[in-house]
């Protein structure tokens, strides 16, 4: 079993906390890419002490929109890519996870174990996470509603889960488009454990390519900047070094070469919103 204390913390939703930079491809895709992203990722995180970035990757994309899209390299493969990235370039990783039977051997890599926000209610998948030492960053399903957060937190909570992140990654709203809605960021952090906006996926158009995800990256930055503002405490960012080519949500990603400046717009930002008093302004 992993030791807890080399883990790093859930970070708690405060002022003094770090913030939670979740970055990286979309499919790991293979080591030289990941190791690419990676070393971009490592020189980001040694420029700043107020920030945490976690490499994120995905070994399976186990919801392709068609049975021939591309899956990724696999449990096995990609556990192998996220252990080279924590031993060469230093970084905490996270990954998603599909079936309660991998929570176990994922955790015993990587310090994150994300719930896909179409799975956010398996009981089972949430409580075999949570019996790890990892943090479950669970993902509100396009389906729900922030008010129905506190139900899936407390399945973690009382499943004995080390730390519990939340993130938003749109509503559907219509045919093939998303919308994020800013109140989720102070509803789901009533819940008291952290928010964090996923960016990239909130720009998805799912289905709308023809058989594949379309999106619009150029709205990115927006939402990323909207949300820190609305009191996000982290950004889930996934970058590419040529989108266009990427196995998986291209459209989304945002162009590696761009990064590092989106990043300093973002943390100038939550440096300001953290430096400031919360409104507590009551309703009616």
């Known amino acids: 079993m992993p030791d807890l204390a080399s883990r790093p913390s859930s970070l708690v939703s405060s002022k003094s906390a770090p913030l939670i930079l979740i970055l990286g491809p979309c499919s790991l895709e293979s080591y030289e890419l990941s190791a690419r992203v990676a070393e971009v990722l490592a020189t980001l995180q040694a420029k700043a002490e107020d920030i945490q970035i976690y490499f994120k990757g995905s070994y399976d994309k186990a919801n392709r929109t068609s049975l021939g899209s591309e899956r990724g390299p696999g449990l096995e493969e990609g556990l192998t890519i996220h252990q080279k990235i924590k ?7 996270l990954t998603d996870i599909h079936s309660p039977s991998q929570a176990s051997t994922v955790a015993e890599v990587c310090d994150v174990l994300q719930i896909p926000a179409f799975l956010c209610r398996q009981t089972d998948l949430l409580t075999a996470a949570a019996a790890t030492d990892a943090i479950v960053n669970v993902k509100k399903g ?22 519990i992140w939340q993130t938003e990654r749109g509503t559907t709203f219509g045919y093939q488009n998303l919308v994020v809605d800013m109140r989720s960021f102070p509803l789901m952090a009533a819940n008291g454990h952290p928010t964090i906006m996923d960016a990239t996926h909130a720009v998805q158009m799912p289905g709308a390519g023809a058989g594949t995800t379309s999106g619009r990256r150029e709205f990115v930055p927006s939402l990323a900047k909207a949300a820190l503002a609305a009191g996000a405490r982290g950004v889930f960012l996934e970058t590419h070094p040529d989108p266009n080519s990427a196995v998986s949500d291209g459209p989304n990603q945002v162009p590696l070469e761009q990064l590092g400046a989106l990043l300093d717009q973002l943390v100038a930002l939550w440096r300001l919103v953290s430096s400031q008093e919360d409104l507590d302004i009551q309703s009616a």
């Open 87 to 93: 031993d060469q370039f230093g970084l905490p990783c």
């Open 142 to 163: 396009q389906f729900l509603s922030p008010y129905e957060m506190p139900f899936v937190v407390k399945k973690l909570e009382d499943s004995g889960a080390k730390g």
